[in-house]
């Protein structure tokens, strides 16, 4: 079919401005996606007559459905046009929504809600690459930055906007308001974005795309159900995933035109940047997974003090994402990867460290350190890899980068999870004693402490090595 591979430079926006704010939207539109849903959760019990593990799979199915299809997405805009690839997913993204608010059961609602995470997954990925085609590369690093920043409110802003929401008007809301946003994000994408042109033929890899995306359901399902306890269903779906996983690989190798073209791994900063993506974003889900529990079974915290010392992460987030661009644009995004990452490093130690005497601050001074870290991480690391990639390449590449973000999300919530019960020695968190919380903590913080070191290490051996010069020859 008669595709286009990239935007045309000829046709660029009247102003990176607006090109930027449309990006900032849909990351916003995305991640609001994400977090919105989970406050909802007691009250989609109650108007369907479910129980919670049944409504939970509202939440799961966005979450599955982005990551299963974010590198498709990614790599049809190389084939079909950023530009109209974005419009495309906004449009899904706001019909879902739509199609969420009037649900008339539950498994209406979990389909849409599937449907939703696909509308996100394309802006989700477009954003990073298109950042490459209005962005000069002295100004990239402030872009991905905003990204970041925009990502985090969206991240914090879901629960008490859902609250909100819930309580003055209904659960239908939290979707409905997707409507205007998306709405105006169609409106800016369609006036600001540059235009695709139109190249030569590429053909579209169905099969490789039905693997992967098989593969990485089945992992993250097994990752997911049973919350760290695997089972004969887990440990089923880990062997289809590993199965699927092969087949992918298998046919990547041997089709004319690959969904992912293997070659892309040989560059070193590639292959390391998405490595320590989902290194740093297990090691950032641990404080997501554990921090709760060692506020109010260690600290005794009330509810109210618990959410807002673990609002201390996105609102940390939020505040350093654009300083952490301009820092990157100034000091280089490889000398800024490794600082970001040892910075990490030694929250995560203090926190593997934090003592019941030490009280809030204890934990939350490190854990802002932490996310200061991870936020500057991922400005200078999606900076690296996407500038670093063939523009060609660029959806495919930032498809991969969410998606070995959205697997260290899903390894760490799985993994942290389980090892805290393990250190802790407990079957039940209700039963758990502060000491037992206590060493629960220090064991999951000290496995991120381990993680983040093969981060830094990878990341300083890629760059001192030979090899490291982008792979720009891939098409």
């Not at 020695?425 to 991120?448: C, N």
Request: aromatic content about 6%.
């Amino acid at each position: 079919m008669s595709t286009p591979s990239h935007p045309n430079p000829n046709s660029a926006p009247h102003g990176s401005f607006g090109a930027l704010a449309t990006l900032a939207l849909t990351t916003l539109l995305s991640s609001l996606g994400t977090s919105i849903a989970n406050v909802a959760l007691p009250t989609l019990v109650q108007a369907f007559a479910a129980s919670f593990q049944a409504a939970q799979w509202v939440v799961l199915a966005y979450l599955l459905s982005v990551t299963s299809v974010v590198v498709i997405a990614g790599r049809l805009g190389d084939l079909l046009g950023r530009r109209r690839l974005v419009l495309i997913g906004i449009s899904v993204f706001s019909l879902a929504s739509t199609l969420c608010a009037t649900a008339p059961n539950l498994g209406v609602l979990i389909a849409a809600r599937a449907v939703q995470g696909m509308g996100a997954a394309v802006m989700m990925a477009m954003a990073m690459a298109l950042v490459g085609e209005f962005a000069s590369e002295e100004r990239t690093g402030r872009a991905m930055g905003l990204l970041g920043s925009t990502s985090a409110i969206g991240t914090a802003l879901g629960p008490s906007l859902g609250g909100l929401l819930i309580g003055s008007i209904g659960w239908q809301s939290i979707f409905l308001v997707n409507l205007p946003m998306g709405l105006l994000a169609a409106g800016l994408a369609w006036r600001f974005l540059p235009r695709d042109a139109v190249a030569g033929k590429a053909n579209f890899d169905v099969r490789g795309s039905v693997l992967l995306a098989a593969a990485l359901a089945a992992y993250s399902l097994a990752m997911t159900l049973g919350r760290g306890h695997f089972g004969p269903v887990n440990i089923a779906l880990a062997c289809f995933a590993a199965l699927a996983g092969g087949g992918f690989l298998l046919v990547e190798a041997r089709v004319p035109s690959p969904l992912v073209r293997l070659a892309l791994f040989r560059d070193m900063r590639t292959s390391t940047g998405f490595a320590s993506s989902s290194l740093a974003a297990t090691v950032a889900m641990t404080t997501l997974v554990v921090g709760p529990f060692y506020l109010s079974g260690a600290l005794h915290l009330d509810p109210f003090r618990t959410g807002l010392a673990m609002s201390t992460g996105p609102l940390v987030a939020a505040l350093v994402g654009v300083p952490a661009g301009k820092a990157v644009d100034r000091f280089g995004a490889a000398r800024m990867t490794l600082m970001a990452l040892i910075t990490m490093a030694l929250g995560a130690l203090l926190l593997a460290s934090a003592s019941i005497e030490s009280g809030a601050p204890g934990y939350v001074l490190p854990l802002a350190a932490l996310t200061a870290g991870f936020a500057i991480f991922q400005a200078a690391n999606n900076t690296l890899v996407v500038t670093g990639a063939e523009a060609s390449q660029r959806g495919l590449v930032s498809g991969l980068l969410n998606l070995s973000r959205n697997l260290g999300l899903v390894t760490g919530a799985s993994l942290m999870g389980a090892i805290f019960m393990h250190a802790a020695g407990i079957a039940s968190i209700d039963a758990a004693r502060p000491v037992q919380i206590v060493a629960g903590t220090h064991a999951a913080f000290l496995t991120a402490s381990a993680f983040i070191a093969a981060a830094i290490a990878l990341t300083a051996w890629s760059n001192l090595s030979p090899m490291a010069e982008p792979n720009r020859h891939l098409s």
